[in-house]
C-alpha cells in the first residue's frame, strides 16, 4: 500500500519568507509526528498528532513553528520568517495509533534550504 | 542532555561478517527501542524492534539485543552485504509516543 508522501521534496527559500510542507500519512494512521534532521545531526522531534486530541507542540523550537492537521489526515507544517537554522530535511512519519510499541513510518521528508 | 546515544559515528567492515552497532539510552522509562535504516535522500525505513519485556529480537539477517541493566542496545547485522551501507538511526520511546533518537552511526560494508 501507499507509504507516508511529502511534498516538496525540495524547497529553496529566501530568508525571511513563510513556507508550508505538506505531510500525507498512511491511510487508517491516526498518529502523525513531524520531526527534522538538520546537518549532522540525529532526528529532532518537532509535534505530534492524535486523532482529535490537542497535538503535543513540545519539540517545536520557537513560535515561528506551527502544525496543523485537517480532516485527521493531511497535516501541514507552516515555518513563518524562516532563519538559516532552519535549513533542515523535515521528516513526517505516521503510526496506527499513538502509544508505546507503535511503529512508525517516515516519509521521504522535504529539504529545506534557506538563503 | 542527549538521551539517545550513538558514539560511534561510522562503522566500516567486510562484506560477509558481522556488524554490530552500539546504542545507549539514559532514560530507564524507555520501553520500546527501534532501529531506522536511512540511505542519503530517503526517509528513515524501520527495520527492526524490541520491547523492553525481551531481551531479544531476531529477523532475518537482523539480530537487536536489549541489556536494560545496562541500558544498552545492539543491532547485528550478518552477514553483512554491500546493500547494508546505509546510516543507522537507534531510537528509544516513550510511554507517550514520541521518538528520541540517536546521532546515527554510518555503515560502510565493503566488498
Known amino acids: 500500500g501507499a507509504g507516508v508522501s511529502q511534498s516538496p521534496s525540495n524547497k529553496v527559500t529566501e530568508k525571511g519568507k513563510d513556507v508550508e510542507l505538506r505531510c500525507d500519512p498512511i491511510?487508517?494512521?491516526?498518529?502523525l509526528y513531524w520531526y527534522r534532521q538538520s546537518l549532522g545531526q540525529g532526528l529532532e522531534f518537532l509535534i505530534y498528532f492524535q486523532g482529535n486530541s490537542a497535538p503535543d507542540k513540545s519539540g517545536l523550537p520557537s513560535d515561528r513553528f506551527s502544525a496543523e492537521r485537517t480532516g485527521g489526515s493531511v497535516s501541514t507544517l507552516t515555518i513563518q520568517r524562516t532563519q538559516q537554522e532552519d535549513s533542515a530535511v523535515y521528516l513526517c512519519?505516521?503510526?496506527?495509533?499513538?502509544?508505546?510499541?507503535?511503529?512508525?513510518?517516515f516519509g521521504p521528508g522535504t529539504r529545506l534550504l534557506v538563503l | 542532555d542527549q538521551q539517545v546515544k550513538q558514539n560511534s559515528p561510522s562503522l566500516s567492515v567486510q562484506e560477509g561478517r558481522i556488524s554490530i552497532l552500539n546504542c545507549d539510552y539514559t532514560?530507564?522509562?524507555?520501553?520500546?527501542f527501534l532501529w531506522y535504516k536511512k540511505y542519503p535522500a530517503e526517509g528513515p525505513t524501520f527495520l527492526i524492534s524490541i520491547s523492553s519485556i525481551k531481551d531479544k529480537n531476531e529477523d532475518g539477517r537482523f539480530t537487536v539485543f536489549l541489556n536494560k541493566s545496562a541500558k544498552h542496545l545492539s543491532l547485528h547485522i550478518v552477514p553483512s552485504q554491500p546493500g547494508d551501507s546505509a546510516v543507522y538511526f537507534c531510537a528509544a520511546e516513550n510511554q507517550g509516543g514520541k521518538l528520541i533518537f540517536g546521532q546515527g552511526t554510518e555503515l560502510s560494508v565493503k566488498p
Open positions: 491511510s487508517g494512521h491516526t498518529a
Open positions: 532514560n530507564s522509562m524507555f520501553d520500546y
Open positions: 512519519a505516521s503510526s496506527f495509533q499513538r502509544g508505546a510499541w507503535e511503529t512508525q513510518y
